[in-house]
């Protein structure tokens, strides 16, 4: 195979990670991948920074995708394969081969994101939920992270990086995202919940034939509202511009599920990502979502 290029996002947060030995195993791996699957390798994609990611073409003819994460915690490679197993390609993009061993995915081919069609975020949401409900399924028994312990670590990390950051927020923010991660910690219940995707936001939606798949999955046992969440997260600033329960009301409605637990889920993730986005560098953004939270606090 031609020498493997490794885009610089990639390479610099594996260097940073103390990764160097896998960057320098990468190509090996790559082409062991190529031998047992059948494929071979196109050019890479420049734009994620936790998994090296190439287009390929499988021996058939069709065209794939190669994903390798970031060799960080065998957990997370293990969370998307069980997602994009059990999706069966229904929601998500669908899987052809995958090692969890070495992190790797063989997968469907699909189009532009979501966020290269410029839509309204209205439109954007009813897209997003739309392709949500696809993936919803019972999921009790794979392994999977519930939707309480997801609450938890959302809460420790809220509070944690709030003092790391220097407290860029007030804490009357904090303590509202806290006591919402709360509630739907004790309203988990393992038979009402289901499979959700975790991550859902235009960047993640490509187009596919006859509408969106999803990709990179985190995966969790959770209440459906979790994933609406997510969704309440985005946007931040038309969140602003009214009423922001207008937002969880429509969402609520375009897939049934319930106005508080979306609500509320939303208010913890606006808060953890706010400060994920600070943390590296996306001032503006995280600087818009804490402004969003602030409103929220008030109006929750």
Known sequence: M???????????KAALAGLDGWLDALPGIVAGLEAEWGFTTGAPFIDG?????????????TPAVLKVLLPRDDAIALHEITVLQLAGGEGCARLFAADPARGAMLLERLGPSLSTLNLPADERQAILCETARRVWRPAAGWGLPTGAEKGRWLIDYIIETWETLGRPCSERAIAYAVSCAERRISAHDDERSVLVHGDIH????????????????DGLLAEAEYDLGVIMREDPVELLQGDPHERSRRLARLTGCDERATWEWGAAERVSTAFVLLGIGFESVGREMLAAAEFCAVEG
């Open 202 to 217: 235009q960047w993640n939606a490509l187009q596919a034939p006859g509408g969106f798949k999803l990709v990179d999955p």
């Open 49 to 61: 920074s936790e998994a090296f990611v190439a287009s390929v073409t499988r021996s058939d003819g």
């Open 2 to 12: 031609p020498p493997l290029t490794v885009p610089d996002a990639v390479r610099n």
